[in-house]
């Protein structure tokens, strides 16, 4: 069983940045990791991707804004978010699966395991 817990959402003014941290219980370096967002009647959407070899995926929406990354030592994967928009806020989540994701199902909520409770990133204009 892996437990996760996210860490570092708040308000934040646009143009901002804020990071985000999750915290994993039991790190096996066989995981592979995202992040994930949802906003009030929205859908849930991928928003990065790390294989457990450190290959990285982005949603188109925050390409050159988020960097996602890992520290295997602390157990923790991070989420750093830069530039930030209003239509950024929304519950973030990250997520965990053993083994690495096929291309197509990287970003998406199906292609995940286990599940933190979310922090939520508010982002004004």
């Known amino acids: 069983q892996v437990r996760l817990r996210e860490f570092g959402g708040g308000p934040v003014q646009a143009g901002g940045s804020l990071r985000l941290s999750c915290a994993v219980s039991?790190?096996?370096?066989?995981?592979?990791m995202g992040w994930f967002r949802q906003a009030p009647g929205k859908e849930r959407e991928g928003v990065a991707y790390?294989?457990?070899?450190?290959?990285?995926e982005y949603a188109d929406s925050v390409k050159g804004r988020f960097t996602i990354s890992k520290d295997n030592a602390k157990n923790t994967l991070f989420l750093q978010m830069n530039s930030l928009k209003p239509e950024d806020t929304a519950m973030y989540y990250c997520a965990a699966r053993f083994g690495s994701a096929y291309a197509w199902s990287r970003l998406r909520s199906s292609s995940y395991n286990y599940w933190g409770q979310g922090t939520q990133v508010t982002v004004s204009s």
């Open positions: 790390i294989s457990s070899a450190g290959l990285t």
């Open positions: 039991q790190y096996n370096t066989g995981l592979s």
